[in-house]
């Protein structure tokens, strides 16, 4: 009678996003062991599930894909069968976030398994299930994973604007340097400015002039939370000067009419605190969506317009509101891929990670090619 005991731990049991999260498997003999499996063998499957998700994730550690030439070949381990003395263990430890380094990136309730078999035996252990909260203290977790691999990257990249509402000219496949360049910008901001703001551990992402809900003692919680905003208003002249603005460059496609150095009419009047999102009015958010639709219909003709784009996408990221979403999504999917305009086109991206969190980013797709 076989005496091997199997198991699984996680820790931490409670993880936070970005966390390192460390699975432990074990087997303990309770008397002589004669060819027992352990976790070199090849048949090691580990599979994490989600609630409402019909199949698992599996990932095999010990078999690989190897390409020589035009051949695909299929190697595994040659190992994991022993024979054990009683009270001899066997243990082995994943980083689970490198077994699954998307689908960790993520809140919510995961459950864990594995399995081992030959032509006789299953060996399958108890689950373990475990919680990835959320909080204000996951963003520096987030910012590490900037230096992932290609769909590590867009999708910390993702869940930051979510919840920072910044970052947006961070450009997950771009060139390392500029990569580099603007996640510092987006953690100087962050440590300096960022982290001193409210923070709504009931939200999904970063809210613009909402009252600030208690923060639970443990300041983490099971959803993603984000920073937030003061709501502030412009007053009827500077409308009237933004507008105004929008609607010259129109006629004539000059960066110069936009009047502004990082926000469309900063030369002539002064925006509110960065602190502050901007309510746009009915007046504002219609030009600033004329202007956007107008980007996306001459962005594949007109290379010079790339520095009003910025200009505009600048604009908008004061001003977040759900009605740009549309026109935002016109405008990435026109945005050509020359470098003149890889700015505009992160700034696009990074808004629609905000503002329309159920979609997919291009980014994610094109890093998981």
């Known amino acids: 009678m076989d005496l091997t005991v199997y198991s699984l731990t996680i820790e931490p049991q409670e993880p936070l996003l970005g966390e390192s999260i460390v699975a432990t498997l074990r087997c303990r003999s309770g008397g002589p062991a004669s060819q027992a499996l352990t976790f070199d063998h090849r048949s090691l499957a580990v599979g994490l599930s989600r609630p409402g998700r019909e199949e698992p994730y599996y990932a095999f550690p010990n078999r690989r894909v190897t390409v020589q030439g035009e051949l695909l070949l299929r190697e595994a381990s040659s190992g994991g069968i022993e024979d054990l003395e009683p009270g001899q263990e066997r243990q082995r430890s994943f980083e689970l976030r490198q077994l699954y380094p998307i689908q960790l990136l993520d809140v919510g309730c995961f459950t864990l398994a594995y399995t081992l078999a ?16 959320s ?3 996951a963003v520096p977790l987030l910012f590490e994973c900037l230096d992932g691999e290609p769909a590590v990257r867009a999708r910390s990249a993702a869940l930051l604007h979510r919840m920072t509402a910044q970052g947006f000219d961070y450009d997950p496949l771009g060139e390392e340097a500029a990569r580099k360049q603007a996640a510092a910008r987006w953690e ?12 709504n551990y009931q939200a999904d992402g970063a809210t613009f002039g909402q009252p600030a809900p208690a923060a639970p003692p443990e300041r983490r919680g099971a959803r993603l939370g984000g920073v937030i905003f003061e709501r502030a208003s412009l007053v009827p002249d500077q409308r009237s000067a933004l507008v105004a603005a929008l609607a010259d460059w129109s006629k004539n496609g000059a960066a110069q009419s936009l009047r502004g150095e990082r926000w469309v009419g900063d030369w002539v009047f002064a925006y509110p605190p960065a602190r502050a999102a901007i309510a746009p009015d009915p007046e504002v958010q219609t030009a600033l969506v004329a202007a956007l639709e107008k980007l ?29 979403v549309a026109a935002l999504s016109a405008f990435a999917r026109a945005a050509p891929e020359g470098p003149e305009w890889a700015g505009p086109r992160s700034l696009a991206a990074g808004l629609l990670d905000l503002l329309d969190p159920q979609r997919v980013p291009l980014a994610y797709l094109e890093a998981r090619r």
């Open 118 to 133: 030959d032509e006789t035996r299953l060996i399958e252990p108890p689950a373990v299930t475990f919680l990835i909260a």
């Open 135 to 137: 909080g204000l203290d």
């Open 188 to 199: 100087v901001w962050w440590r300096e400015e960022g982290a001193t703001l409210p923070w």
């Open 296 to 324: 996306a219909e001459s962005a594949p003709s007109e290379a010079d317009h790339a520095p009003a784009a910025t200009l505009i996408l600048s604009t908008v990221a004061r001003m977040p509101a759900k009605a740009f």
